[in-house]
């Protein structure tokens, strides 16, 4: 690869974009060419200046006050009465707050045995990038991924292909989390890896997604349909509960 | 979505598919309007429209869906002509003293998020919207392409020549 032709795919490549073929190729030709070095140092460091948090407008909370009782007022559910409203809006408030906002307060006043798993869970992510034992079965197809877990554990995991989501499988292995086996399932997310841990869940139930960064690490859990589940990245965090949510949309 | 499930299931269905992405949706209203209150208005008009349209939606992508219906909202604002905060560029501004005026290895060095914000702002707004859903919303040029309805050859060449304009307002310059 010239360093025309380099610049022609910077931007692809750069974005998560490119073909991992293409890709090993700009890596070959920037492993040998300071010049191009330098130009990708420079552009990565404009594209981590957007990740300021600063950039990012969050919904003010008055706005879900609005909305929530704008809805229900549409959807005909016949709760007119003032009182009942005020606390549905506040509900509604309360759960985009949960789904999206501050949930790393949430989790930090969770039991302390939740943040030994979310720890461990964290370890287990850069254990599995450190080395070069990220799956056991290394495959785009759910169907040869569920499959393998069989006699393996005594669960059967839920496998998500949601590869049309932007988010291919890339595979599965057997992992350990505080002393029980579970099943780690292994996404991309363009040059991103995302690890979903998931097990039985202890009490059945559902419980809606929590987030927690640690050490620059986004961490997303919930529950459903019997399943416990952790999703684990250094994507931002957006992207990582959107993963979480499309997951929780396909059940 | 069948026609059985009461008010309340379809509300719930949609506070849990969509309403997750409230933020996600006022982040891309405050850049095309560019500002909160205009902001706030766009994401109400786009929620209660999602929610109208609500049985069109057959699972999937709800940020991708939602993102859409706010854009267009936005856009059929821009065509009634109501008034937006602020005039929409058609072409290039120039940014006055916002840039850092600097060599490009010092805007290396350090993009100050404010000089940056103010850049965006100013770009117009098929480019400044390209660019925020990919560097600040994190979408794929898929993903993009759904939510603008355009191409994915078109989300790459918007992204290229936003890219471009940026950089040339924070190193300073003013042709584009």
Same mark, same amino acid.
């Given at each position: ?251 | ?32 309007? +560019?500002? $909160?209150? =205009?902001? &706030?208005? %766009?994401?109400?008009? !786009? /929620? ?38 602020? +005039?929409? $560029?058609? =072409?290039? &501004?120039? %940014?006055?003293?916002? !840039? /850092? ?76």
């Amino acid at each position: 690869m010239t360093c025309a032709e380099l610049r022609a795919v910077l931007a692809t490549y750069l974005d998560g974009e490119l073909d991992a073929p293409a890709s090993a190729e700009v890596e070959r030709h920037l492993a040998g060419c300071a010049a191009c070095a330098a130009l990708v140092a420079a552009e990565r460091s404009l594209r981590a200046a957007f990740r300021d948090p600063a950039l990012r407008y969050a919904a003010p909370p008055e706005l879900a006050g609005a909305i929530g009782p704008a809805l229900r007022s549409r959807a005909g559910a016949g709760e007119r009465r003032p009182l009942a409203w005020t606390r549905l809006a506040m509900a509604a408030a309360l759960l985009i707050a949960a789904a999206i906002g501050s949930l790393a307060t949430r989790l930090a006043l969770a039991p302390s045995a939740d943040r030994v798993l979310a720890a461990d869970v964290l370890s287990s992510h850069l254990r599995s990038l450190a080395g070069d034992h990220l799956a056991d079965v290394a495959s785009s197809d759910q169907h040869t991924v569920k499959p393998w877990f069989a006699g393996r554990l005594d669960f059967s995991p839920t496998v998500t292909d949601l590869a049309a989501e932007g988010f291919p499988l890339a595979g599965g292995r057997l992992d350990v989390l505080a002393g029980h086996p579970v099943a780690a399932l292994v996404y991309r997310r363009r040059l991103h890896v995302i690890n979903l841990y998931t097990w039985p869940a202890p009490s059945g139930g559902g419980r809606a997604p929590e987030a927690e960064s640690i050490r620059g690490y986004n961490l997303v859990r919930w529950a459903h349909g019997g399943m416990e589940f952790w999703a684990v990245s250094d994507l931002e965090r957006q992207e990582l509960a959107h993963f979480a949510g499309l997951l929780i949309g396909h059940r | 979505m069948g026609g059985t499930e009461t008010g309340k299931e379809r509300l719930e269905l949609f506070e849990s598919a969509v309403m997750p992405y409230l933020d996600a949706a006022y982040n891309l209203a405050r850049w095309l309007t +560019r500002n $909160p209150h =205009d902001a &706030e208005d %766009l994401v109400q008009e !786009g /929620v209660l429209r999602a929610f109208t349209y609500f049985d069109g939606f057959h699972g999937g992508d709800g940020r991708s869906w939602l993102l859409a219906i706010v854009r267009n909202a936005f856009y059929t604002r821009v065509r009634r002509g109501q008034a937006l905060g602020r +005039r929409e $560029p058609l =072409d290039d &501004e120039t %940014l006055g003293d916002a !840039g /850092v005026r600097d060599t490009e290895s010092a805007l290396a060095a350090r993009v100050d998020a404010g000089a940056l914000g103010r850049a965006i702002e100013a770009l117009p707004v098929a480019f400044r919207e390209a660019l925020v859903l990919r560097e600040i919303e994190g979408l794929s040029y898929k993903e993009i392409a759904a939510v603008a309805g355009i191409p994915i050859g078109t989300v790459m060449s918007r992204l290229a020549r936003a890219r471009d304009l940026l950089r040339r307002r924070l190193a300073g310059g003013k042709e584009a």
